[in-house]
């Protein structure tokens, strides 16, 4: 049975726009969370280190290895806006 030879021009042109596509998403995600694969299956524990982490660092993916708190950590807490 011969090859219909014009039908593998669309068919390229799609497996090309589909990798291209899903290309740009992987590279967009990853430059989102500063390199690192996307986080799934976040937890209250996940969500609030990453709350602190970015308090810490500016970036919800950002750790740093400083011992030292930076000025102004202690009073940027959630609980230290919360009214009673």
Do not use: C
Request: no cysteine.
């Amino acid at each position: 049975m011969p090859v219909p030879w014009e039908a593998l021009i669309p068919f390229g042109l799609l497996t090309a726009m589909f990798g291209t596509a899903g290309t740009l998403l992987n590279l967009s995600t990853r430059a989102q969370n500063m390199g690192k694969p996307p986080r799934y299956r976040i937890d209250n524990w996940d969500e609030m280190m990453m709350k602190r982490d970015e308090r810490l660092t500016g970036h919800k993916r950002g750790q740093t290895s400083n011992p030292v708190a930076p000025p102004g950590f202690e009073t940027s807490s959630v609980w230290m806006t919360e009214s009673i």
